[in-house]
């Protein structure tokens, strides 16, 4: 019975460690650099901050040590709001900014939307839609 117990507390010691602290990707890749919601796609992680009725919209390449902005350019991206139980969608203007793009949508007193990006990255003509829970704040 002894060895029993043993075996079991060794086994159950080495699993422990097993999988130990280690990133699969870059530090950064899975937190968000501006505060915001993050989601990633094949070329890049997409960060949306909302507050009130603005929305920034970052592209950030985090395979390097440093994250930094992708170009706007390399992209084509479409914006729609949905208000909740079909109350309507709207189209979203982006205007490019310093590193990234704004938007501005008045959700009617909705306590959260869905913002809808859709994204095509021109070089891979790789496309992804993203959908993000926004629940605005003041």
Known sequence: MKKWIISFIMLAGSLTFAHGDHEHESAA???PMKGGIVQRIEEAHVEIVAKGKNIKI?????KSE???SLKFEDFTLAAKAELPRGK???NLTLE?????????????GAHRYNLI??????????SDTLTFV?????
């Open 29 to 31: 890749s899975s937190r």
């Open 58 to 62: 970052y592209l950030l390449d985090l």
């Open 66 to 68: 440093k994250p930094q």
């Open 88 to 90: 309507g969608t709207s």
């Open 96 to 108: 490019p900014k310093d590193g990234y793009l704004e938007a501005n949508f008045d959700a009617k």
């Open 117 to 126: 990006l859709s994204l095509v990255h021109k070089p891979t003509k790789h």
């Open 134 to 138: 926004i629940e605005p704040k003041k």
